[in-house]
């Protein structure tokens, strides 16, 4: 008797997760794909194991260890639990290749040994006696202001100042009212800076209302600008302002020791708060519940497009309101943009349709589970309908989590943020749809975490071929999967040196052409220990 109410417990969960998952693309409105449905109905009376994923690297600060069994974990098992579809029986439903080429689809690309290699000189002392406190206002978006964070972290350092704990942009397009502690574990990020670094919560109060020099910090500038135009600073004043944080620090030609600190500040001493994490990493599980899977940044929110001047795909109505948006944003300074001329050079983000070719093309079957990175689509499901219809285990934070486990975070954008990021990064494959912020910093630290695969589309050369099939001068298939395969073999995130600026650029554009610090940390950061030094195997893409 108890096998048998075991057995019906398991079959009952099966059938509950087979209709969580229909019901959820039927609200979509997406159309599910005589494969899919297929599938749907094995799994429904399959009692297969899912695959798990790969294992992720220990001492990563997102792989928390198992969080108590809260009763809303355990609903979500009951109701909401998907179904399994990782077997490789169910992959071959709707044609894919042969299982080694499914494999090759999923392995991370080569790391060649390199690792972390971020300790400090046996020259680098702990901070000495503090010049003075650094007041840091944060600016952007969450990846925009960690990358700042983390180099006012080394900008201190350079200064020997105190930092007080930043303070986050609550003036952005987001309006997050979020504060450092709400969205970093603060105890974290002080105690694993306190050798490099002094970092306080507040300015003592005899100085709080005491004058302070504001200053906008040179963009890219080098250990010499600090030295010679900050520095003396100090010596009329206690308190400095940073009004900036963004691009304050050169990506290149800065000492060993200070480009080891911003990667220990960035990809270590930055971890998300304990509340965030803890969720992070259980959508992590609930998504692997389907099998290795992809992370897409979906870059096709309001404000990117709005920002971008890019129309394809969207109505005259909606174009006027995003050129509405541009206009009446005063800290965005162009505002007459051509939408064609943007999309020819591929500075526009892959739209969801496109973003269904290109998966398509290298190959990955209508059964992969694809998790959606990013705020509200714009335009809602209207434009999701052909991605959808492609890959219709489609899920994003909302899906995976009930709206209590949510609530805490829902009207914070940064938190948002940070879930997606931590579903991003422990991902078995990483698209970015743009090369954004966001896109960096998962990128770069994916690279830094052992090279995990990140595939970076070529958007100029993907609009072309679109362009062509849209045109009907090329079908899909055969054809253009393997233009499109071949044009990304090195386009995968192995290891390289990072690029320096654009042949040709001056002033502040060599600068901004500059391969970002924090998107591929090598060599400054990633070392070969077993290897003889040589740069011989990297590729400059």
């Known amino acids: ?57 220990s001492g990563v600060p997102y792989r928390l260890s198992k969080q108590p069994r809260e009763a809303g974990e355990l609903r979500w098992e009951q109701e909401f639990a998907p179904p399994q579809l990782a077997s490789p029986q169910s992959r071959k439903l709707d044609g894919a290749a042969d299982d080694s080429g499914e494999k090759r689809r999923w392995l991370p690309t080569p790391s060649r040994g390199f690792t972390p290699c971020v300790a400090p000189s046996p020259a680098y002392k702990s901070p000495g006696p503090s010049r003075g406190y650094l007041l840091v206002l944060t600016n952007g978006g969450l990846n925009q ?4 964070i983390s180099d006012m972290v080394a900008v201190a350092r350079m200064l020997k100042a105190t930092l007080i704990i930043p303070e986050l942009d609550k003036k952005s397009f987001w309006h997050d009212k979020s504060n450092f502690s709400d969205v970093f574990d603060e105890e974290y990020f002080i105690h694993s800076l306190a050798n490099d670094v002094k970092v306080e919560k507040k300015l003592p109060k005899d100085l709080v209302k005491a004058p302070k020099f504001v200053r906008y910090f040179k963009s890219w500038s080098g250990i010499d600008y600090y030295h010679d135009e900050i520095y003396p600073l100090w010596e009329h004043r206690q308190v400095i302002r940073a009004a900036k944080s963004d691009s304050r620090l050169a ?7 200070i480009q080891k600190l911003r990667c220990r500040a960035f990809f270590q001493a930055l971890r998300f708060a304990p509340p965030i994490e803890a969720l992070g990493n259980l959508l992590v599980e609930r998504m692997r519940s389907f099998g290795p899977y992809i992370a897409l940044h979906l870059r096709y929110e309001k404000d990117m497009l709005a920002f971008s ?63 959606i990175a990013a705020g509200e689509i714009y335009g809602g499901e209207s434009h999701m309908v052909d991605l959808l219809s492609r890959f219709p285990i489609m899920m994003n934070k909302e899906k995976l989590a009930s709206a209590e486990e949510l609530r805490p975070f829902r009207q914070y954008a940064s938190q948002m943020a940070a879930l997606d ?48 099939v849209d045109g009907g001068l090329l079908n899909e298939g055969e054809r253009l999967s393997r233009r499109i395969i071949d044009i990304h073999r090195k386009r995968q995130g192995s290891p390289r040196k990072r690029k320096g600026p654009v042949s040709g650029t001056k002033g502040s554009d060599r600068f901004r052409s500059e391969e970002v610090f924090y998107e591929n940390p090598l060599p400054d950061c990633l070392c070969q220990p077993d290897t003889p030094a040589s740069n011989a195997s990297l590729v400059s893409i």
Not at 19 to 45: D, E, I, K, N, Q
Not at 145 to 148: D, E, F, N, S
Not at 251 to 257: E, S
């Open 1 to 57: 008797m108890p096998l048998r109410r075991k057995v019906r417990g398991a079959a009952a969960g099966r059938r509950a997760a087979a209709r969580w998952w229909l019901l959820s693309l039927a609200a979509t409105g997406a159309t599910v794909t005589a494969a899919a449905a297929l599938l749907a109905v094995a799994l429904h009376v399959s009692s297969s194991s899912s695959a798990s994923g790969p294992a992720s690297s």
């Open 145 to 148: 202001m960690r990358a700042g």
């Open 251 to 257: 990506n290149n030609y800065l000492p060993p020791d």
């Open 309 to 371: 001047g890019c129309t394809h795909g969207l109505s005259q109505t909606e174009s006027e309101e995003l050129a509405m948006i541009r206009e009446n944003t005063s800290y965005w300074k162009v505002k007459d943009i051509d939408p064609l001329d943007q999309r020819s050079h591929g500075y526009c983000p892959l739209t969801p349709k496109e973003v269904g070719m290109f998966l398509s093309a290298l190959g990955y079957p209508s059964s992969t589970p694809v998790y």
């Open 421 to 468: 990021y931590i579903v991003s990064v422990e991902s078995d494959v990483f698209i970015p749809s743009y090369s954004g912020n966001m896109a960096r910093a998962v990128g770069g630290h994916r690279r830094f975490l052992g090279h995990r695969k990140t595939i970076i589309p070529d958007r100029k050369a993907l609009v072309r071929l679109f362009d062509k």
